[in-house]
């Protein structure tokens, strides 16, 4: 029972950090980003090209939901229920986000005639905003699914064609603007956004090395490849005090991994015994490939 609840309260902290998220990324982009005209990269930047081409007729909140919606639907076919589960909460979470804050900011600049300021302090909290939602394995939709769908199909990393769909959507901005500075904006935000996000997340990128000491070790073994998907390894070993025999369950994961993998030890067994390390490079299936 207290496996259970603990596992209830681990996947409800995950959702809610998602919530916070997205709050925050749906008041800096209506707050910062789109109120000063600014087209910025991913769906929403595909959304606020759609609400300037109508005249503001149709609000960045129901062209982002109607196509995420479209997109979802391909992806449940390609990616499964599972894989998009968070993406579907997160999805919602910011469609709601966009409508309160259009609602409660009217698209009035927060800071007006300050477009440039606006953009550096928009990209900041945008990109923690992200970082919010992607150090739980969330997502946001949009271009997301479309990376993710690609990538199961041909040889390309989702960042490189996460990179050229923004490219395509800031400079698309030119043909309803005309105005090539507010594509430099555009880019400028892209950058600020993608670099906060990465030092939220840089320290979740690192590979990490785990030794687990504990009498249920096949137990744990088992859950770490079903649950998580992850390979490991049972070793023999001796106890230097006891000299009796001990498993030794090796793993190696990323580090945004490490949360899971101590509540799933956890549940398992309380009394285990474990160490993490940092390790400088982990290559071959599931990490890094072997460079020569």
Sequence with gaps: MKKELSKIYFTVQDYVMILLGTLLYG????????????????LSGVCALIFFATGELVPVSVSYFVINVALLAVALKVLGLKFLLKTIFGVFSLSFSFTLFERVLGGVPLLPDEPFMSILIGGCLCGAGLGMVFSVNGSTGGTDIIGAVVHKYKNISIGRILLFCDFVIISSSFVLFHDVE??????????????????????????????IFSLKYDEIA?????????????????GGYSKKPVKVVVLLAR??????????????????????????????????????
């Design 27 to 42: 008041f800096s982009f209506n707050a910062f980003i789109l109120s000063n005209e600014i087209v910025t990269g991913g």
């Design 255 to 292: 580090r945004s991994e490490s949360g899971n993998i101590f509540r799933l030890v956890k549940h398992i067994d309380r009394d285990a015994f474990i160490s993490q390390s940092v390790v400088l490079g982990v290559y071959g299936e599931g990490f890094d490939q072997i460079k020569t």
């Design 182 to 211: 507010k594509i430099v904006f555009g880019f400028v935000e892209m950058v600020v956004c993608n670099y906060v996000l990465d030092m939220v997340l840089n320290a979740n990128r690192q590979s990490v090395q785990f030794l």
């Design 222 to 238: 088992d859950a770490i490849i079903q649950d998580l998907g992850r390979g490991c390894t049972v070793l023999d070993g001796v």
